[in-house]
């Protein structure tokens, strides 16, 4: 594999202490042992790898999928849970110059079927998530975004839509005191366990007849013959289709086409201990909503189920043990800064993982070019639980031929490369420190 954080990046320390690791054991998949046959091989076990190995196998295509680790060990086993429109970063302004009015028409409503989906898979298959929160709020972190918000609201009235939008001097009799200006929420989405998700979406997929496998990574992807042959440790598995499913795990060379076309970045997140109700009422934070605020490096939370208050935010350039430690401390004291009343208040757990970004800051799902056969999604900017999900469903249709009954816009075929090839990631530094001036 050439990947081009250093070997830290991708082993157990950043995902150490993580607090989902504690709310359902992982299933126990067998490793590939020698050699195997499948219609489709699925490269990655998260959200996109594991939606469209459902799907796949509900269609009666037989389906393997390969998972480098255990169950749950990459970003889809540890995020922050929130199941809510997003997937790009381009402003819905560019994304009309760019693509087009039709296409960037198609692109949002398949933000909101995501979410749908989401909530279809956990009801059709009896998923217990841990799911709370009625969409996602949004609050301005100064008056300048909160005059941003109140224009958007604005905009939703005009077009029909009953916005619910907060003052300052409203938030706190809602739950949401803290460093704020204003708050616009947003009715679609929830809050849940990503891993416990996950692991329900597995447990569907292998009764539908997929196979999953797990320390199993992917070293080599050959094509000849019409076939695909792609070797492990331990063995080999054939098949006529490809779905690449590793996002900010991926590597430069399965397949080469990937080289220079994602770029891996750091969201570091901490869980509370339980807040009693008086420590809830001394913050004036009490609401279950996810929300998250309106930096462009942003921190997003939410209030759990069982009162741990999750709190996490983009920034980590580096990958070292010194740079953990340095993130985890700098989370620590935004969380002390934007609430202050629970500076007393214990980390019980903290970890990172690894989120996606495309060059022209939206999702790529479709099939890889000038390789018949192959298929991709990934760089879903941290917005992974409904987008990856939707990814992979969209892929499930595409390996077959389908062309998918859902929302599939042009937006989302194209993936151009970043310069700098494998030191791309020299970019990073100078556009983190021009979004932490902006902000």
């Excluded at 076309?261 to 109700?277: D, F």
């Excluded at 462009?296 to 980590?316: I, K, Q």
């Excluded at 595409?398 to 929302?407: A, E, R």
Aim: charge should be neutral.
């Amino acid at each position: 594999m050439r990947r081009i954080f250093s070997d830290y990046a991708y082993g157990p320390g950043p995902r150490s202490n993580c607090w989902w690791d504690e709310t359902i054991a992982a299933p126990e998949w067998p490793v590939l042992q020698g050699d195997t046959d499948a219609d489709v091989a699925i490269i990655g076990g998260g959200f996109t790898g594991m939606s469209a190995a459902l799907h796949l196998a509900e269609a009666w295509v037989s389906v393997a999928l390969l998972e480098a680790e255990s169950p749950g060990w990459g970003a889809s086993g540890r995020n922050g849970g929130f199941c809510c429109l997003g997937g790009s970063k381009l402003s819905g302004r560019n994304m009309r110059r760019f693509f087009g009015q039709a296409a960037a028409d198609t692109y949002d409503a398949s933000e909101e079927a995501a979410v749908h989906l989401v909530r279809g898979l956990l009801e059709t298959h009896g998923i217990d998530a841990d799911t709370h929160s009625q969409g996602e709020t949004q609050l301005a972190h100064s008056e300048k975004a909160a005059a941003r918000l109140l224009a958007e609201a604005e905009a939703m009235r005009q077009q029909g839509e009953e916005p619910d939008f907060l003052t300052h001097d409203q938030l706190r009799d809602k739950g949401l005191n803290g460093s704020f200006h204003a708050a616009l929420t947003t009715p679609v989405g929830f809050a849940l366990n990503p891993r416990k998700y996950l692991f329900g979406l597995a447990a569907a997929a292998q009764k539908a007849g997929a196979r999953l496998y797990q320390h199993s990574a992917a070293l080599a992807v050959k094509q000849a013959g019409g076939k695909f042959e792609i070797e492990t440790n331990k063995g080999t598995l054939r098949s006529s289709k490809v779905v690449i499913a590793t996002n900010g795990y991926s590597s430069e060379d399965l397949p080469d086409w990937l080289a220079g076309r994602y770029m891996p970045t750091q969201s570091t997140v901490m869980v509370t201990r339980p807040l009693s109700q008086e420590e809830l009422q001394a913050q004036g934070w009490f609401s279950h909503q996810m929300a998250y605020d309106t930096r462009n490096l942003l921190h997003y939370f939410r209030l759990m189920p069982d009162n741990r208050f999750l709190f996490g935010m983009r920034g980590g350039l580096l990958a070292s043990p010194r740079a953990e430690a340095g993130i985890r401390r700098k989370l620590r004291q935004d969380f002390e800064a934007m609430f202050p009343a629970w500076r007393n208040v214990e980390t019980t757990h903290c970890w990172s993982g690894m989120v996606c970004l495309s060059r022209n800051l939206v999702p790529f799902i479709g099939p890889v070019p000038n390789r018949p056969g192959m298929f991709a999604g990934l760089c879903y900017h941290g917005n992974g639980v409904a987008m990856g999900s939707y990814s992979g469903r969209l892929l499930s249709d595409l390996v077959q031929g389908h062309t998918p009954d859902l929302p599939y816009s042009p937006v989302v075929q194209k993936m151009p490369r970043f310069p700098f090839g494998r030191a791309r990631r020299v970019l990073m530094p100078p556009a983190y420190a021009y979004l932490g001036l902006m902000d």
